[in-house]
């Protein structure tokens, strides 16, 4: 049976980056961005909450969803199926993508007056610091892309290894468990998986994003996550965890924008306790109330990837087309975007669709 529980949270997550991407022209911490216009504590809150879990979510549903894959593919059409689900999408968004939105970033911070073509050539030759906000190179939103492709290609190979060298020992412990009742799944080691969480983000970090961590987090999905004893669990304890990881969310953004002294340490706890419940609670919540399957649902499914591939880019356009039309108003500036932002991605989305080269590009079936 579809865990379609997993579909419904992975597109409403997804909803997020619209409004996520637009504040980010306002940080207060000085992180590079295609936009930026200043400073703003109050739009910056949206992007301090939602950051420690929204990406680990997405690793982690991704895990499970791999696992639940492998039971109707082999592990050689399961390969062949992420290299046209990912590798090629994220070949697309840095190759015709991201040079658009460089070419802006570059234009609106720097003033560059050559052609996009011309810009073309620098995108490719100008490495900094990979943001694309001075111009040179990135990947955009699509570093999410290459990393799940890694990651899946070497957990499930690396399973499948292990797997087949322990047939025989697998085959003692599945007869010893179908001669014993199955226990109770305790919360305590549920919660206990978070705490390697601090550790693993600075390791093997580009950029801030940690491979170590989320291919932590994706083993998670797949070897805990998807056992439907655990999700059980989650499901009946959601209201103590979103309970618990709401208070520690909305403590590390006062802690980290709005109180007045340094709290280092207390504002990492609050970020990793945010980080790791919040995916508890949501998995669990989306247990309890979305696993259902209907129009609304089947319709996000099948164009959550394009959404997420065309989302940023539009954010980039709009962000600087306002600015030129009604300057530094605030309000008109991140409500603007967000709304036809909105709008155009699900134009892109309905057009991409319908042409089979885009539905290749974009590793989506025509629809």
């Known amino acids: 049976m579809r865990k379609h529980y997993i579909d419904n949270l992975r597109w409403l997550i997804l909803l997020i980056l619209i409004p996520y991407h637009t504040a980010q022209a306002w940080n207060t911490w000085g992180e ?3 936009i930026f216009f200043e400073g703003n504590r109050v739009i910056s809150s ?3 909450f ?10 982690v549903l991704a895990g499970i969803g791999t696992k639940y894959a492998l039971q109707k593919r082999t592990t050689k059409e399961y390969l ?3 290299v046209r689900r990912l590798l090629i999408p994220f070949l697309y968004g840095t190759l015709v993508l991201t ?9 609106f911070h720097y003033s560059y007056n050559g052609g996009f073509l011309k810009h073309y050539g620098v995108f490719f030759t100008k490495f900094t610091d990979l943001t ?3 111009g040179g190179f990135s990947v955009g939103q699509f570093w999410f892309v290459l990393y799940l492709f890694v990651i899946s290609i070497l957990s499930v190979v690396g399973l499948s290894l292990l797997k087949n060298r322990a047939v025989n020992a697998d085959e003692k412990v599945n007869r010893k468990a179908d001669e014993k009742p199955e226990k109770s799944v305790s919360l305590w080691p549920i919660f206990m998986l978070g705490l390697p969480l601090p550790i693993l983000s600075d390791l093997l970090s580009i950029g801030g994003k940690s491979f170590a961590e989320y291919l932590y987090l994706f083993l998670l999905g797949y070897l805990v996550f998807s056992d439907d004893r655990i999700i059980s669990k989650l499901e009946k304890y959601a209201g103590i965890w979103i309970s618990f990881g709401l208070a520690a969310a909305v403590l590390n953004v006062y802690l980290f924008l709005w109180a007045d002294g340094t709290y280092e340490l207390l504002n990492d706890v609050a970020k990793y306790l945010s980080e790791w419940v919040m995916v508890l609670a949501l998995i669990g919540l ?10 609304v649902s089947e319709y996000m499914k099948k164009r959550s990837f394009l959404f997420f591939t065309y989302h940023f880019i539009w954010v980039v356009v709009i962000q600087y087309l306002l600015y030129g039309i009604v300057g530094n108003q605030t309000f008109i500036l991140f409500a603007g975007t967000v709304l036809l932002a909105y709008l155009m991605t699900f134009v ?7 042409i089979p080269v885009l539905c290749f590009l974009t590793g989506v079936k025509k629809g």
């Not at 989306?286 to 129009?295: E, Q, T, V």
């Not at 892109?348 to 319908?354: D, K, W, Y």
């Open 348 to 354: 892109c989305c309905e057009i991409s669709i319908r």
């Open 32 to 34: 590079p961005n295609y």
């Open 286 to 295: 989306a247990k309890r109330y979305l696993n259902f399957h209907g129009p």
């Open 99 to 107: 040079p658009v939105m460089a070419y802006l970033a570059d234009k």
């Open 132 to 134: 694309g906000a001075d």
């Open 50 to 59: 939602f950051s420690p879990f929204f990406m680990p979510l997405l690793f």
């Open 80 to 82: 062949a199926e992420r």
């Open 46 to 48: 949206f992007i301090v």
